[in-house]
């Protein structure tokens, strides 16, 4: 193969709102301008193919890779089932391992929450920089066999470091997984399709969580609460081997617009950039992802809240059935099913119309989340009819989990192809912070007000998504110009 190394040249060009920006080739030269490159990088390296005559990666978008993201919905559903699915039977556990009730939220609450989600975050940073360095299908089915297989394998659980051990290799997959997940849909889909199509993924995680919900509020009571875990985890197993054969590997950088319009006249050439260290640390440069990785920690705290405790808060402190408060928590997920696709389909329609205008419903949805989960806490005897709380319960995830899609494809339009695991890893890493580091943070909460959770409970969710609905009002000042500074580079 003929190796160049190629500078991108051209210059941004208005027309009409900053919004609508358009970049457009001008005719330069190759290494003959002088513009601005990604943080440590001195050209763009390109790699002429040996086939001129095959059509252009971006122009081969077929039933392949199409299968593609669908396997990549189906396996994260099925991982994402496993995260929460303790959450209908943690009575049960505690009972059996001899905990109290205060060691029950400390222990399964928090200390196997913190080993969940801390220590996946931490080790989503290595499999964010092997994302953009190697094969992504081979390193995606090696993560998803190593958190499966601990589901399969709780069935023989004894002891309680048994549980915690598994549940740290579990989430290890999951804080991994996500990485992968984007670095191949954003090579796979041009900017002004990315909330949508991260709306599918969203979608997919949203069914998961309330598939892995149902299986433990139904099943757990019946066979017991190890059983769950079998069930979500064997199915999944298979169809991870399966997909080997199904996922393709997508060109990185073919859905770049910036790219797509400089080398228009150059369709053999490839994008051949890798991360490095200096990238890396250029990924701080960016004031959006800034500002994305600072409202991780306080907007996680809340579902904190809502998945590890609230099932058996209403059960516990509430008075009703595990069977109910189980579908009061899959009436927010099925909420949350919807909030995540339409509010992908919702963000795109924004973006598409005002760029900046995608964070106004990011900050508006996640400030009025906050209303529904004080109304659930904050519950009092005699309970509503079970078909009003989960009302409340659906309307409260749905606004919810707006957000999530757009947040992902934000992250996708502000950074190169080449440093996409990186940041995704990172942002795993504070959400994973939030969402473990959460109920360790309320159970402080709880003793200072005398083991009172209504009190923390509403404390986390004021205080969380408060900080981060602010935050994401603030990200629209700032996305629009490093999007665009993105694609002159």
């Known amino acids: ?69 669908v396997i990549l919905c189906a396996l994260t559903m099925f ?62 089915i090696g993560l998803l066999i190593l958190g499966l297989c601990p589901g399969v394998a709780t069935i023989l659980v004894t002891k309680f470091w048994h549980l915690l051990a598994l549940r740290a290799v579990t989430g290890i997959a999951i804080g991994g997984a996500m990485p992968l997940v984007f670095s191949f849909l954003g090579d796979l889909f041009p900017a002004n399709e990315r909330a949508f199509v991260s709306a599918l993924v969203s979608l997919s995680i949203g ?25 979500i985890s064997l199915p999944a197993v298979c ?26 006249e150059k369709e053999e050439y490839h994008y051949k ?36 405790f609230l099932n058996d808060f209403l059960t516990q402190d509430k ?4 069977q ?37 419903l990011m900050g508006a949805s996640t400030l009025l989340g906050t209303l529904p989960i004080i109304w659930l806490v904050t519950l009092a005897q005699p309970l509503p009819p079970l078909w009003a709380v989960s009302a409340v319960a659906f309307v409260g995830g749905l606004v919810g989990y707006i957000t999530g899609p757009n947040v992902r494809a934000i992250l996708l339009n502000v950074n190169a192809p ?25 159970v402080l909460f709880m003793a200072a007000t005398g083991d009172d959770r209504k009190s923390a409970f509403i404390s986390a969710v004021v205080a969380g998504w408060g900080v981060c609905g602010g935050t994401w009002l603030c990200t629209g000042m700032v996305m629009t110009r490093d999007e665009s500074r993105l694609q002159r580079r």
Request: hydrophobic share 45%; proline share 3%.
């Open 1 to 69: 193969k003929m190796e160049e190394r190629m500078s991108l040249a051209g210059h941004a060009k208005a027309r009409g709102n900053a919004e609508d920006d358009e970049y457009e080739d001008v005719g330069a030269g190759i290494g003959d301008e002088d513009i601005e490159l990604l943080p440590s990088q001195d050209s763009i390296g390109m790699e002429d193919i040996q086939d001129h005559g095959a059509d252009p990666a971006y122009k081969r978008i077929g039933w392949k890779e199409q299968g593609t993201v």
């Open 79 to 140: 991982l994402f089932a496993d995260q929460n699915i303790m959450a209908p039977n943690l009575t049960a556990i505690a009972r059996e391992f001899g905990f109290s009730d205060k060691e029950r939220d400390s222990k399964l609450g928090g200390e196997i929450s913190f080993a969940f989600f801390v220590m996946g975050g931490l080790v989503s940073l290595l499999v964010g920089w092997l994302t953009d360095l190697i094969e992504r299908r081979l390193l995606f």
């Open 324 to 360: 109910d408060s189980t579908l009061v928590l899959t009436a927010l997920n099925v909420g949350g099913c919807f909030g995540a696709f339409f509010g992908g389909v919702w963000g795109q329609a924004c973006y598409n119309w005002r760029k900046e205008s995608i964070t106004v």
């Open 207 to 231: 069914v998961g969580v309330t598939l892995g919900q149902l299986v433990a509020g139904f099943a757990g009571p019946l066979w017991g609460w190890r059983m769950p875990f079998v069930i």
């Open 239 to 264: 169809l991870t081997v399966a997909s080997w054969w199904v996922i393709v590997e997508p060109e990185r950088g073919v859905s770049e617009e910036g790219l797509k319009l400089r080398f228009k």
């Open 319 to 322: 008075g009703m059935t595990v």
């Open 418 to 442: 080449e440093t996409r695991g990186t940041t995704f890893a990172i942002y795993n890493l504070m959400d994973h912070l939030g969402t473990g580091l959460g109920p360790g943070i309320l």
């Open 273 to 308: 950039e890798r991360i490095t260290a200096g990238k890396a640390c250029g990924i701080f440069s960016v004031a959006t992802n800034c500002l994305v990785f600072f409202q991780g920690i306080p907007g996680c705290l809340p579902w904190a809240v809502i998945m590890v």
